[in-house]
């Protein structure tokens, strides 16, 4: 008798799982007709909180009801520990897989022992970029892979195939973005900005300079030195 009501309650779970996801299908469905296709809904999932959802578009964390008639903007704070979990949800949601990103395709610049490991997506002409690259200087034992992604104008492509196609791309990089010396050369060799561009889509990044750890962890944005330092951990 035990087991068949355990069976039961088993196949009522699952019938719940299915009702609770076809719920959220059907939120996402509701919700992005209301928002129109500007704002791409990328998940609708249950929130900790009863009759409350979470919505991923792009890359932030926004809320809803279970009618979808209201959009939420904020933070979701546990009281009892203090912990964000809409910070904590992003974070996760945006993760990417290291191994995942072509390093081929990228400019390589090691320092010291090179044991540090991060990646940023830069455009030459992102002044934002520029700032960024010359803040790093201060970083040592690191590696770090910068893929040239040139979203700003016609302009940014030409430098990116410029600086690509150098005899010395790091050092033709790092000439324009921190010296302010023009990239030169036809750039008329074979890129991978292409690849870049669309690995930048994949990863939902609308804006330079943005950021990838190890873990997979992203900051968009020049970040401080100080927080990138904490995400790159003690060098080995």
């Known amino acids: 008798m035990n087991k068949v009501i355990l069976g039961l309650s088993f196949i009522a779970l699952l019938c719940s799982g299915v009702v609770n996801a076809q719920s959220e299908n059907q939120i996402k469905v509701d919700l992005q007709k209301k928002m129109g296709t500007s704002a791409k809904i990328r998940a609708v999932t249950a929130s900790p909180i009863s009759e409350v959802y979470e919505v991923l578009v792009g890359n932030e964390v926004f809320y809803t ?18 912990k964000n979990i809409t910070e904590q949800r992003q974070a996760d949601l945006n993760r990417i897989k290291w191994s995942d990103l072509p390093q081929a395709n990228a400019i ?6 090179g044991s540090r490991q991060m990646a940023v997506f830069s455009d030459p002409n992102c002044g934002y ?3 960024l690259e010359k803040s790093m ?4 034992n690191v590696t770090i892979y910068t893929y040239l992604i040139p979203i700003l104008s ?10 690509w196609c150098a005899a010395d791309p790091q050092k033709m990089y790092n000439d324009w973005m921190i010296s ?9 060799c074979s890129t991978p900005l292409d690849k870049n ?8 990044i609308t804006g330079t300079p ?3 750890f190890l873990d997979g962890s992203r900051i968009p944005g020049a970040a401080q030195i100080s927080d990138i330092e904490k995400k790159l951990g003690s060098p080995k």
Request: net charge positive; with cysteine; glycine share 12%.
């Open 154 to 163: 016609a302009d940014s492509l030409q430098k990116s195939k410029q600086i």
């Open 210 to 212: 943005t950021l990838f």
């Open 137 to 140: 200087q201060q970083l040592d």
């Open 65 to 82: 009801d279970a009618n979808s008639k209201y959009l939420i903007q904020g933070e979701m704070i546990e009281i009892a520990t203090g």
């Open 180 to 188: 302010g010396v023009a990239p030169s050369g036809k750039g008329d």
């Open 108 to 113: 390589k610049s090691v320092r010291g022992n």
């Open 129 to 131: 970029c520029k700032r």
């Open 197 to 204: 561009l669309a690995l930048a889509k994949t990863y939902g």
